[in-house]
């Protein structure tokens, strides 16, 4: 059954069988998870709104239009912009309820930033940097490289999950990518270019971003 596109799968859940739903989950709920933290943060609410976003899709199963039933790729996209834009709707809920989040990030990645020192980084420490000057950007910009680097999602479907202009996407890609660099030279004690660099490098887990669909 991993095997299976998308569209058969929810097929097989419409029929009863809950093994579909749990490979749809497992399929889908790391890119989703990413996106959710990108705008909540990590306090643990990105889980739930993760988990609503899949009751829903099991209170109200997508159905694929004719025109992209049989091409795996297209089912694939389409669910998972409509649980990304799920996602997305719920988190801006929470948000509208949790005004002192921002605050409350802000305070938490000054205080750890301040103690990071610049020579014996490890990978995780980088990594745990890396996270911590995503969060300090605007929520705009952090969704948006969230969704660029970690889900490699093309400023297309970036713009149809957050309703900006795909314009607009490549532009917040670009600042976010500068302050990103910004906040990371104290750490890694480089140039910027090269920061920004190897910041891409870390949140793309390794992998190259220069395949990423535009």
Avoid: C
């Amino acid at each position: 059954m991993d095997e299976a596109s998308d569209g058969q799968l929810l097929d097989a859940f419409q029929r009863g069988d809950s093994n579909a739903l749990a490979v749809l989950i497992a399929r889908h709920q790391s890119a989703l998870l990413r996106h959710a933290r990108s705008l909540l943060g990590g306090d643990g609410s990105h889980e739930d709104v993760v988990q609503e976003a899949f009751m829903k899709l099991v209170q109200r199963p997508l159905e694929l239009p004719a025109e992209v039933r049989g091409d795996a790729a297209a089912e694939r996209a389409l669910l998972s912009s409509w649980l990304h834009k799920v996602v997305r709707n719920q988190a801006m809920d929470t948000i509208r309820a949790e005004e002192r989040r921002k605050h409350r990030e802000e305070r938490a990645a000054a205080a750890e930033v301040a103690g990071v020192e610049a020579s014996g980084i490890d990978e995780h420490d980088t990594r745990a940097a890396v996270e911590r000057g995503l969060q300090k950007l605007p929520p705009d910009q952090r969704e948006v490289l969230v969704l660029r680097l970690l889900s490699e999602k093309s400023y297309r479907e970036i713009a149809e999950i957050t309703g900006k202009k795909v314009g607009t996407v490549g532009w917040l890609v670009s600042v976010g990518l500068r302050s990103l660099s910004q906040e990371l030279a104290p750490f890694f004690g480089a140039e910027r270019s090269g920061v920004q660099g190897a910041a891409v490098g870390i949140a793309a887990g390794g992998q190259s971003v220069q395949g990423v669909r535009s």
